[in-house]
């Protein structure tokens, strides 16, 4: 018998509908997930190809392989307008060598399955710019991009006002990050049909006249869906066309489920994919407010067990240094005895923790005081009581 059928919620990318991700246990409903996004969003489904799917419907992705996870994401903008039109439509400038452009080509499905990406053939390097004024803070710069005969493509932010570059080159053959240039941070995504996501990170402030460019380089290159978003990696891919557009906060929760958590003792358990730096709760047990709380978090790639009763913080344990990879991750707690388990290996004690009262549970999200973060979560589980340290690891082991 596996140790999450005598759990007392268990939830999985599961079962769906509008405003519901239905538990695995209980099976009577008592256990079923309120989801609330007052936007459409875009998933990876599981032919690989990215799909929108409406309010308030929970986003089952499966970007990270052949098992979907629950993608929960914070709020962002794409503050780029006509995102799939590269040429026509919007501010873009061009410089370089001689190009040609068959827009909507039918040379290569995009990365929805459609033909509306734009395949450009240059004689030598080619830049195809867009200026903007709004944003600041953390910003992110990606593009879909498929090699055809060049398989290469940079993309570059500078700020015209302080100086500031940011530059990185990928391949579009190998999947690789070739070099950067100035302090930032890329990233190279594979999706189907030989497209990659290619992205890159830095801190700045627009202001008019900013650059945000990708050249390519002699030959034939395919490119589809700019995004720019004030944040510090890419999230999933928010499509525009005469104004940008927002994106709300995926908030998936139940309350009033204090007799499916364990109030004196019990087990926190969740199944995660780590791809991002930044703070996030990945699952959090809570009493109406942050006061009386168990949660799993992250802050610049370190992840902490937290626990608060009464508004004091009464036990903190950290595990470092998370990388992107899949993780388990449990804590069994009762008074004066709490455990945390990464990964099949005990992290660390508290033998002077007391425990808080809790009746709701949220997943990649804390309350509107807390950043919300990009989490991919496969399963949650709680028990009633603490299991044992032998249990824990067993429950954890990848």
Same mark, same amino acid.
């Given at each position: 018998m596996?140790?999450?059928?005598t ?14 991700l ?6 009577d !409903?008592?256990?079923?997930? &309120?989801?609330?996004?007052?936007? =459409?969003a #875009?998933? @990876?489904? $599981?032919? +690989? ?7 308030n419907?929970?986003?089952?992705d ?17 503050l ?34 459609n ?29 879909f ?12 932010h500078?700020?015209?006002?302080? !100086?500031?570059l940011?530059? &990185?080159?990928?391949?579009?053959? =190998?999947? #690789?990050? @070739?070099g $950067?240039? +100035? ?30 460019r ?42 009033g489920i ?39 978090e ?6 902490y ?7 004091a ?11 992107n990879?899949?993780y388990k991750?449990?804590?069994g ?10 990964n099949?290996?005990q ?16 997943l990649?999200?804390l ?9 991919n ?5 709680l ?5 044992t ?10």
């Amino acid at each position: 018998m596996s140790l999450l059928d005598t759990a007392s919620l268990v939830i999985t990318p599961n079962g769906t509908k509008a405003s519901k991700l239905y538990s695995v246990v209980p099976s009577d !409903g008592a256990g079923d997930m &309120t989801v609330t996004r007052a936007t =459409t969003a #875009t998933r @990876v489904n $599981s032919a +690989g190809l990215i799909e929108s799917v409406a309010s308030n419907v929970p986003r089952l992705d499966y970007s990270n392989g052949t098992c979907p996870s629950i993608l929960v994401e914070p709020q962002r903008t794409n503050l780029f307008v006509y995102s799939e039109k590269l040429i026509s439509g919007f501010a873009f400038s061009f410089t370089g060598g001689v190009f040609t452009v068959d827009e909507n080509t039918t040379d290569t499905l995009d990365p929805f399955g459609n033909n509306n990406a734009d395949k450009f053939t240059t004689t030598s390097n080619f830049n195809d710019s867009y200026t903007s004024t709004s944003g600041s803070g953390s910003l992110t710069l990606s593009i879909f991009a498929k090699k055809g005969t060049n398989d290469t493509i940079q993309l570059y932010h500078q700020n015209v006002t302080t !100086g500031n570059l940011f530059a &990185t080159t990928f391949n579009l053959n =190998t999947g #690789t990050i @070739v070099g $950067s240039t +100035g302090t930032v941070t890329p990233k190279i995504e594979q999706f189907a049909n030989g497209w990659y996501r290619c992205s890159i990170s830095g801190a700045d402030t627009l202001a008019s006249g900013n650059i945000f460019r990708v050249s390519t380089y002699t030959g034939t290159s395919y490119l589809f869906g700019w995004q720019l978003e004030a944040g510090s990696y890419a999230t999933s891919y928010i499509p525009t066309t005469s104004a940008s557009v927002t994106r709300n906060a995926d908030v998936i929760s139940k309350t009033g489920i204090s007799s499916l958590i364990g109030q004196t003792e019990g087990t926190l358990f969740v199944d995660f994919n780590y791809t991002q730096n930044s703070g996030s709760s990945i699952v959090s047990i809570f009493n109406t407010a942050v006061s009386n709380s168990i949660f799993f978090e992250t802050f610049n790639n370190i992840l902490y067990l937290t626990i608060i009763t009464s508004g004091a913080l009464v036990c903190q344990i950290p595990f470092t240094t998370l990388t992107n990879q899949n993780y388990k991750i449990a804590v069994g707690y009762k008074l004066n005895n709490i455990v945390f388990y990464v990964n099949g290996s005990q992290v660390g004690v508290d033998t002077s923790a007391t425990i808080p009262a809790t009746n709701e549970i949220n997943l990649g999200f804390l309350g509107a005081s807390f950043t919300q973060q990009k989490t991919n979560i496969n399963t949650t589980a709680l028990w009633k009581t603490r299991l044992t340290n032998k249990q824990l690891a067993q429950l954890t082991t990848i």
